[in-house]
């Protein structure tokens, strides 16, 4: 069974950097693209960044960009979301999921979620 496992979050102080990590394991990791999302409470699951293995492209939302950095270790089978400059507003529970080949903004596309992973910001 393929699986997704987060890491890294926790409570930081805004202007902090903290990093998430996301371990896949049990699929090969080439055919994959893996995309980070976020929700906040109350609000719905939006995207925010995805990097795919196949063609090494890399995306962000506008809310993210040059702030958060995503790269992959493909020894390790992991995907990192580096986050900078973390801000309040960026309090949310993320998940990485993975979607065949490509990036996709629509959550439909990807195939696998992990548990998420619970990153609160405070001021």
């Known amino acids: 069974e393929v699986q997704l496992v987060e890491s890294g979050g926790g409570l930081v102080q805004a202007g902090e950097s903290p990093r998430l990590s996301c371990a896949a394991s049990r699929f090969t990791f080439d055919d994959y693209a893996i995309g980070w999302f976020r929700q906040a409470p109350g609000k719905e699951r939006e995207g925010v960044s995805c990097?795919?293995?196949?063609?090494?492209?890399?995306y962000y939302a506008d809310s993210v960009k040059g702030r958060f950095t995503v790269s992959s270790d493909n020894a390790k089978n992991t995907v990192y979301l580096q986050m900078n400059n973390v801000k309040p507003e960026d309090t949310a529970v993320y998940y990485c999921?993975?979607?065949?080949?490509?990036?996709?903004?629509?959550?439909?596309?990807?195939?696998?979620w992990g548990q998420g992973t619970q990153v609160t910001v405070s001021s």
């Open positions: 999921a993975a979607a065949p080949l490509y990036c996709s903004r629509y959550e439909l596309a990807y195939d696998y």
């Open positions: 990097i795919s293995r196949r063609d090494g492209s890399k």
